[in-house]
């Protein structure tokens, strides 16, 4: 299986230039905890946290934009990786969300979530599976 296959598309993403209140909107909107983040082109250049706002919440000045919050180039991952590939990055890289990229854009995301579900499927998925 691949990350394309597994992937939530559209991804969410947030401009560096926004304000943080944005990014924690959206969070909160969408009840994702981790949103990749873009410049004005659209290509990918960080990734906003919700360990990444906590980190900050206790620094003498707050941050107004996105930019001076998130963290740097995340790992990535392109639509065709291996999902077992895509699992141990995550282990290795304490990664939570691996961004899939075509071309430094971002197309979709890949959470712990989603490849827990594919690679440890319950009872009930697993039926699913079965029954088409």
Known sequence: MHAKDIMSTP???VRAGAP???AVALLER???TEVPVVDDDGTLVGMLSERDLLRQAFSAAAPRRVRDVMTGLPVTAWPDADVADLAAVMVQRDAH???IVTEE???GVVSRGDVLR???PTDEA???RLDT
């Open 105 to 107: 854009h971002v197309v």
């Open 126 to 128: 697993a039926q699913r």
């Open 11 to 13: 991804a969410y993403t």
């Open 97 to 99: 969300t691996i961004p």
């Open 30 to 32: 969408r009840s994702i």
């Open 118 to 120: 594919t690679l440890l």
């Open 20 to 22: 943080v209140g944005e």
